[in-house]
Structure formats: C-alpha cells, structure tokens
C-alpha cells in the first residue's frame, strides 16, 4: 500500500538493514526476480498466473512453487499481509496452515538462499521472528515460521526456525534500533 501510514517509521525489512546492511551489489535484475516471483504466487494462488513458460526468467522458480503447493496444500488465510505493530510494521508474504502441520504458520518466500548474521542465526529467521511478533504479539510462539527457497532449476526446500532465541534476539534488535541504543553490539 504506497499510501499507508503506518505507527513506526522502523519496518522489520529496515531494522534489519539497519544492524546488517544488505550488499550493494544485488543486481537489479535479482531484485526484479524476487518481485515478479511473488506477483507470480499470488497470482498462482487465486488461479490467474500466466503459465511460467510465459516468464521465462522466472519459470523455475514458478514450478518450483507450484511443486512446493502440490507437496504442502497451503490454505493461506492471509497473502502480502500488512501489519502495524507499536514499534515497527512489515508486510508478511504468507500466513495460514500447511498440510501435515498444525500449527500456524507465518511465511516468507525467498529467491535467495539464508543469510547468516550472528553465528548460525539467519537474517531470514530473525525477519519471521520480527513478523510473528508483529502478528501474535502474545502468542508469537504458537506460531511455526518457515522459509520457502525456491530454486532457478525448480526445485524447492522449506527451512523451519524453531530457536525460540530468535525472538529474543528479534526483541533485543528492536529495542537498539529504534532507541538507537547499538552500543555493545557486534556489527
């Protein structure tokens, strides 16, 4: 929504980059992939995609997707959901349920593999961490968060982030960013 006014100027995308900046070198065409892949699933989702030999730049990451949908029957209550929370605000890519799990989930699609930045945390976990916050402010942990990889060759693989620290580290992330408290953190 271009128009949205939103609590907090701190959306999780950019207290994210602000603790671990993103390259600069992200080729533009990489960029425009990711944005057309997801116009393309939420196209996909209510039956109106142009079929992905149609977009060949991104056919495999469409069939990828269309495979992950045939593996996990995703019912999505919510699609590019915004949510404004007290200190920052975000648009999560998909919540809902996914076949054989029975808890919620809250869902981020990627062109990309993680991105490590503190030890084995990924940027990608504490970003679903920050969305299931935004989105169950008290019962965040109900929710399971999961990264759908797409690949360019149109195979898929989902990533579960079960370490609770993640919130914690999500909250403590918050609390430096937006207080611009960054002092005794490692950059």
């Not at 960029?31 to 977009?55: C, D, I, K, M, N």
């Not at 495999?60 to 019912?75: H, I, L, M, N, T």
């Not at 808890?103 to 969305?131: F, M, N, W």
Request: glycine share 6%; proline share 5%.
């Amino acid at each position: 929504m271009a128009d949205q006014h939103w609590r907090s100027p701190w959306s999780v995308t950019r207290i994210l980059n602000a603790q671990w900046p993103m390259p600069t070198a992200i080729p533009a065409s990489a960029l425009l992939r990711g944005t057309r892949v997801h116009a393309w699933t939420e196209q996909y989702e209510a039956g109106e995609a142009p079929t992905p030999e149609s977009q060949p730049e991104i056919a495999g990451y469409c069939e990828a997707y269309k495979r992950f949908c045939y593996q996990f029957s995703p019912s999505w209550e919510h699609t590019e959901y915004e949510v404004d929370g007290e200190f920052c605000h975000g648009r999560i890519d998909r919540v809902g349920h996914l076949a054989r799990h029975l808890q919620r989930v809250v869902a981020d699609i990627k062109t990309g593999s993680p991105r490590k930045v503190e030890g084995d945390t990924t940027r990608d976990a504490l970003q679903l961490a920050g969305y299931a916050q935004l989105l169950e402010p008290v019962r965040f942990q109900s929710l399971t968060r999961v990264g759908i990889y797409l690949q360019q060759d149109g195979r898929w693989r989902i990533r579960i982030y079960s370490d609770d620290r993640d919130h914690l580290r999500w909250r403590q992330l918050v609390q430096d960013i937006t207080t611009g408290d960054t002092h005794g953190r490692d950059s």
